[in-house]
């Protein structure tokens, strides 16, 4: 992939975060997603690349959808695999909570996972435990692992969760264990991520969540030297069969990073929608004047880039809000 196509990517994720950022607050999940959307297809138009989405909105959502088959880009350019989701936390900018994201992930063509939109068990390191522990291992295990590598006590190893009723038994294993539990509400792409960050204070990541959302974690995680481990959850004999329409003979299998992103290549960028740990949401700063924080970072050169960029909403009438 020719590097000028990260950059190139952040243009489109700030475009769906300004768009679907003028909703926040509002109560209204659906046109979020839609503006958010409508924003990413109109900028791919304009990106170098003959792009296919592998990866569209999850269909749990009943969103619209960047549908998986379309074609993006100009064309012009190499032949990649795209990982969307335009609005990662549609019901946090519903009601205008933190960690709300614009996501995309890109690959060789054939090197992503084509992620069917069910439940995935999932479990993300840093770089520095990265190799050394397994999804199947007992909690209390991976923490001792994750402690002795990251140079912390146990009380201090902090490990993220999303607050479900699903992960209730496992937060209190992690409790007495004797580490911090973090909770969050929705929006599992950053928090997978924020254990390859060290800034963050994340150390683990566990849990339960979208297998869509798995795999564009795992192109960032890729990128930042951490480690994924992951394995589908098919809830009926539908649902295993599409695995293995995909190609995974057996459903259940553990997926590693390299099983999820092929190849030693993968681009991920994000612009905030809403401020949270990884990103500062976007910042309406009166008149015209609008302020996005994105990162963008690339596998092959483990390269992570910080942009916060201006921009001019009466020069992109196309992604204003239409008054009501």
């Known amino acids: ?29 659906i046109e ?8 990413m297809r109109t900028m791919f138009d304009s990106v170098s690349c003959s ?20 074609k993006v880009g100009n064309g012009i350019g190499p032949e990649v695999d795209i990982a969307v989701d335009p609005l990662e936390g549609t019901n946090i ?17 054939g ?34 692992i994750v ?15 999303q607050d479900r009723e699903r992960h209730h038994q496992l937060v209190e294993r992690i409790r007495k264990k004797g580490a911090r539990v973090k909770l969050f509400g929705d929006g599992d792409v950053g928090a997978s991520i924020a254990t390859a960050l060290p800034q963050t204070g994340i150390d683990l990541f566990v849990g339960t969540g979208g297998a869509p959302e798995g795999v564009i974690s795992a192109a960032a995680i890729k990128a930042l030297g951490g480690d994924m481990q992951a394995r589908l959850v098919p809830d009926n004999e539908d649902e295993a069969a599409r695995c293995r329409n995909m190609g995974l003979d057996d459903p259940r299998q553990l997926l590693g990073l390299d ?8 681009i991920f960028a994000a612009t905030g929608v809403s401020s949270g740990e990884l990103l500062e949401g976007v910042r309406f700063l009166g008149g015209d004047l609008t302020e996005t924080d994105s990162i963008v970072m690339r596998a092959k050169t483990r390269t992570v880039r910080y942009i916060k960029a201006h921009h001019r909403l009466d020069h992109k009438p196309h992604l204003v809000m239409e008054e009501d």
Do not use: F
Request: glycine letters at 8%; hydrophobic letters at 50%; zero cysteines.
């Open 1 to 29: 992939m020719d590097r000028e196509l990260a950059l190139e990517i952040v243009r489109v994720t700030e475009a769906a975060a300004i768009a679907s950022a003028q909703w926040l607050g509002r109560g209204q999940k």
């Open 93 to 109: 900018v519903a009601n205008g909570r933190a960690n709300a994201m614009a996501v995309i992930a890109v690959a060789d063509r």
């Open 51 to 70: 792009g296919t989405v592998v990866i569209g909105e999850g269909e749990l959502d009943e969103a619209p959808m960047l549908y998986i088959g379309e």
């Open 259 to 266: 099983d999820m992103v092929k190849g030693d290549d993968a």
């Open 32 to 39: 979020a997603d839609d503006a958010a959307t409508t924003a």
């Open 147 to 161: 402690a002795k590598m990251t140079n912390k006590r146990v009380r201090d190893v902090t490990v993220i969760i």
């Open 111 to 144: 090197t992503l996972l084509h992620a069917p939109d069910m439940y995935m068990e999932k479990l993300a390191v840093g770089p520095k435990a990265a190799g050394l522990v397994r999804l199947d291992d007992p909690i209390e295990k991976t923490i001792d």
